[in-house]
């Protein structure tokens, strides 16, 4: 996750952006978390989907649910090909079976299983609500509804503690749902760009 966030850092510096919008999804939020209080003072918003407090599998009111990110995960390990069509379940259908060839075809498995070891382990159990205090800066909160890897008790959390953000809930993952980019739309009409 270190290197997602120098290198969304890297990229923020690079272009010269004096304000912009920091964007994650699900197990991206976390390094979206990492780059917004990262540079603090070009952030106008950020835009979290999967919104969550802490990316915890374990007790009461966990955000993600142990027992299919653990199969998930076991199935990367054991049968790649069937972990990447699987994919096209998991998130009901916001990879397709194309997408999920040409993820096998450029992430060979060993780096897959790299990645989620190295970064996933990273934030697990990590807390972000002090993060997100911290940034002090207009926030979205997104939930994928009726998703089969984060709970509604995550949500309602991240709700519950960040009343004023603007919270939407939608039938889709929101990296790929048309509902999220219109509310994304709104929400940056509303940031102030210019401070």
Same mark, same amino acid.
């Given at each position: *996750?270190?290197?997602?966030?120098?290198?969304?850092?890297?990229?923020?510096?690079?272009?010269?952006?004096?304000?912009?919008?920091?964007? /994650? +999804?699900?197990?991206?939020a976390f390094p979206?978390?990492?780059?917004?209080?990262?540079?603090?003072?070009?952030?106008?918003? #950020?835009?979290?989907?999967?919104?969550? %407090?802490?990316?915890?599998?374990?007790?009461?009111?966990?955000?993600?649910? #142990?027992?299919? *990110?653990?199969?998930?995960?076991?199935? !990367?390990?054991? +049968?790649?090909?069937?972990?990447?069509?699987?994919?096209? $379940?998991?998130?009901?259908?916001?990879?397709?079976?194309?997408?999920? +060839?040409?993820?096998?075809?450029r992430v060979p $498995?060993?780096?897959?299983?790299?990645?989620?070891? !190295?970064?996933?382990?990273? *934030?697990?159990?990590?807390?972000?609500?002090?993060?997100?205090? /911290?940034?002090?800066?207009?926030?979205?909160?997104?939930?994928?509804?009726?998703?089969?890897?984060?709970?509604?008790?995550?949500? =309602?959390?991240?709700?519950? !503690?960040?009343? =004023?953000?603007?919270?939407?809930?939608?039938?889709?993952?929101?990296?790929?749902?048309?509902?999220?980019?219109?509310? %994304?739309?709104?929400?940056? !009409?509303?940031?102030?760009?210019?401070?």
């Amino acid at each position: *996750m270190n290197a997602l966030r120098a290198r969304g850092l890297e990229e923020i510096e690079r272009r010269g952006w004096e304000r912009c919008l920091v964007v /994650g +999804d699900e197990h991206g939020a976390f390094p979206a978390i990492e780059i917004a209080a990262g540079r603090p003072q070009a952030l106008a918003g #950020l835009a979290i989907g999967h919104a969550c %407090l802490a990316y915890r599998r374990h007790g009461e009111r966990a955000p993600i649910r #142990l027992e299919v *990110m653990s199969a998930v995960e076991r199935l !990367a390990e054991v +049968d790649y090909r069937t972990y990447a069509r699987a994919l096209t $379940q998991i998130t009901q259908d916001a990879y397709d079976d194309e997408t999920a +060839d040409e993820y096998i075809r450029r992430v060979p $498995q060993e780096v897959a299983l790299a990645y989620a070891s !190295a970064g996933f382990e990273g *934030m697990t159990e990590t807390e972000v609500e002090a993060k997100l205090r /911290g940034l002090d800066r207009p926030l979205l909160f997104a939930k994928h509804e009726g998703c089969l890897a984060w709970t509604d008790e995550g949500f =309602e959390d991240a709700v519950a !503690a960040f009343p =004023e953000a603007r919270a939407v809930t939608i039938p889709q993952k929101p990296s790929v749902s048309p509902a999220f980019a219109e509310a %994304l739309r709104e929400f940056c !009409a509303g940031l102030a760009w210019d401070e």
